[in-house]
């Protein structure tokens, strides 16, 4: 965030909504027509206190008797004013809820957007379900204020400063009075409005983290059940739910509390207005219509006072879940795309790493100062033991996260000067799970193409199958492509979701691969066709393999041995193990371990 930018978290509430407005424009789209039908609407309302006077003084009470015709006339022209004040509100509710809806979906795809321009390195520093509830649960409160409270807000302004104008008028004694009596309130206002900020924001968090529970609870349910952690689970999620239940609770007790305060002095200021208008009628300073309008005009004016609190509520609400996806949108974009993207060279792509440090946040360097040449169709295989930097060389590569220091290039491009776009046309990553959507195998591996459903998407599949040799597995398939995978790829084997991974890796005819050893997580049996696929995959293309056995090593043209962040060897196989160093001893105890 740019220095000089309050956070949201430090907001005020009029600055807050400032500012998210400011992020959803649309939604103040045609704003002064609809506050325009809106002050009509409130307009509407005061027409029924005039009748009641009118109809009261030259009417009813008239001087020479009831005027049935004067009370006629005016119940006709409030009931036409009236219903052009109904059309008013009701056209500018409409008016409202599709702009609040154009501007929440903009705010919406902005904060999705966000999420995914984010690194992985800075994703994975929150809970995917909290990251959700931010973009789903925070910006519905918005909605359900700005649809419901925000209007009510406006005609309650509207409505207040027009009983009053209109009290003012028939009796600025009484008008004064109904002020005096809700001082308190006003005075209350700022004390109770900061609680129950701190109440809402508190209940947005809880709504995160229970969301976060149950989306674990539900994507590990294998894992939960395979291994009897059900009561554990269960008793995490019911954690999760009664901290959210408490300060849900205690956030409606507060908003409880204030509204009765307001009703409280809603009540006493008609009393007042009762007694001293009385006073005032006897003393023939004020006509019984002219009280009777007071009192009809003291009830549209306590109305919206005695609403102010639930306003309030879902206000407080709104503006908590509203600082949580503003601090989404502030949370910086650490891999930024270049101001000038620069072109990758045409056909396969060799790799370079110039002098590369990384580490991550708030821990010491995983790589120091690595430098390493990977000319173009070279298979390579990055071995080391676990934790030693393999995995954050292939995130380095595909530029998931950038260095501390030192260049990544590919093709001689610095991968910072290359469009997002076309760096992932052209640099592919395959990992042990490939995530499958819950659409058919070809919908799957069509996901790698820039448009699925181009009349040439099934051709493009089709083709893919073809060139890796995969026809009879697909043959095999109850529906062919057409079977459907199921959620997260359940319907398929660990194998099977595997070799959609690659023809989806296939069908985009990527010139560089990244692979963190596709076939360790497989069956024997699909093991033996996932191996010989990734071998026609890998023909005439660059490829690095993050090596947990080093069956593949022995197969590469080129063997990366990495020791703690450092890269301690670099040849064929043939050529480390002639050296009888750490990567002779590591494949001995490979083979020993593998017979």
């Given at each position: 965030m740019s220095s000089g930018i309050t956070p949201a978290s430090e907001l005020g509430v009029i600055?807050?909504?400032?500012?998210?407005?400011?992020?959803s424009p649309l939604m103040l789209r045609g704003i002064w027509l609809t506050l325009?039908?809106?002050a009509l609407a409130t307009a509407g309302r005061i027409v029924v206190p005039f009748a009641v006077q009118r109809a009261t003084d030259l009417g009813v009470l008239a001087p020479g008797g009831p005027d049935v015709g004067v009370v006629i006339t005016t119940a006709l022209l409030a009931a036409c004013v009236l219903l052009v004040a109904s059309v008013c509100a009701a056209l500018s509710n409409a008016r409202l809820f599709a702009s609040t809806e154009a501007g929440l979906a903009q705010l919406r795809t902005t904060a999705f957007r966000h999420v995914h321009d984010m690194s992985v390195l800075t994703q994975n520093t929150e809970r995917r379900g909290a990251l959700v509830s931010r973009v789903t649960s925070d910006v519905d409160t918005i909605s359900q204020f700005v649809q419901w409270g925000g209007i009510m807000l406006v005609l309650s302004s509207l409505q207040i400063l027009a009983a009053t104008v209109a009290m003012a008028i028939y009796s600025w004694q009484l008008a004064v009075l109904v002020w005096l009596c809700l001082v308190p309130m006003a005075l209350l206002a700022p004390r109770a409005q900061k609680s129950l900020n701190v109440a809402y924001l508190l209940v947005r968090?809880?709504?995160g983290s229970m969301l976060a529970a149950v989306s674990e609870s539900v994507v590990g349910a294998h894992t939960i059940r395979a291994y009897g952690i059900g009561?554990?689970?269960?008793?995490r999620l019911d954690t999760a739910v009664r901290e959210h239940r408490n300060s849900a609770v205690r956030a409606q007790t507060l908003a409880a509390a204030a509204f009765s305060t307001g009703v409280l002095l809603s009540g006493v200021a008609l009393s007042a207005v009762v007694v001293a208008g009385s006073f005032l009628g006897v003393a023939g300073e004020i006509s019984v219509g002219h009280l009777l309008a007071v009192l009809f005009l003291v009830q549209l004016f306590v109305g919206p006072v005695q609403n102010a609190t639930e306003v309030l509520n879902e206000l407080q609400n709104a503006v908590a879940g509203w600082r949580r996806v503003l601090s989404l949108l502030e949370t910086p974009i650490d891999v930024v795309e270049p101001a000038r993207p620069a072109t990758l060279p045409s056909g396969p792509l060799g790799v370079r790493l110039e002098d590369v440090t990384f580490a991550y946040p708030g821990g010491p360097p995983v790589l120091r100062g690595i430098t390493?040449?990977?000319?173009?169709?070279t298979r390579v295989a990055v071995v080391g033991r676990t934790g030693s930097g393999k995995t954050t060389i292939a995130r380095l590569v595909t530029r998931f996260t950038d260095p501390a220091a030192g260049r990544v290039l590919i093709g001689g491009v610095d991968v910072r000067?290359?469009?997002?776009?076309?760096?992932?046309?052209?640099?592919?990553?395959?990992?042990q799970e490939g995530f499958l959507f819950d659409t058919t195998v070809a919908g799957n591996v069509a996901y790698?193409?820039?448009?699925?459903?181009?009349?040439?998407a099934r051709a493009r599949v089709e083709a893919a199958v073809a060139e890796l040799e995969l026809e009879d597995w697909v043959?095999?398939?109850?529906?062919?492509l057409d079977t459907p995978v199921g959620q997260r790829g359940e319907s398929l084997s660990a194998g099977e979701r595997q070799l959609v991974a690659l023809l989806r890796t296939q069908v985009v005819g990527a010139d560089l691969l990244v692979l963190d050893e596709a076939t360790s997580a497989v069956d024997p049996a699909t093991e033996l066709r996932t191996a010989r696929a990734l071998t026609r995959a890998m023909a005439g293309r660059t490829s690095i393999t993050i090596a947990h056995r080093l069956s593949t090593a022995a197969q590469s043209d080129l063997v990366v041995v990495v020791t703690d962040g450092e890269i301690a060897e670099v040849g064929t196989h043939e050529e480390l193990l002639a050296r009888g160093e750490g990567y002779s001893a590591m494949f001995a105890s490979w083979l020993s371990a593998t017979r």
């Open positions: 600055a807050t909504v400032r500012r998210g407005v400011h992020e325009g039908l809106a968090v809880k709504v009561i554990r689970t269960q008793s390493l040449d990977i000319p173009a169709t000067d290359v469009a997002d776009v076309d760096l992932r046309r052209r640099v592919v990553t395959l990992t790698g193409l820039p448009d699925p459903e181009a009349p040439g043959a095999s398939l109850p529906q062919g």
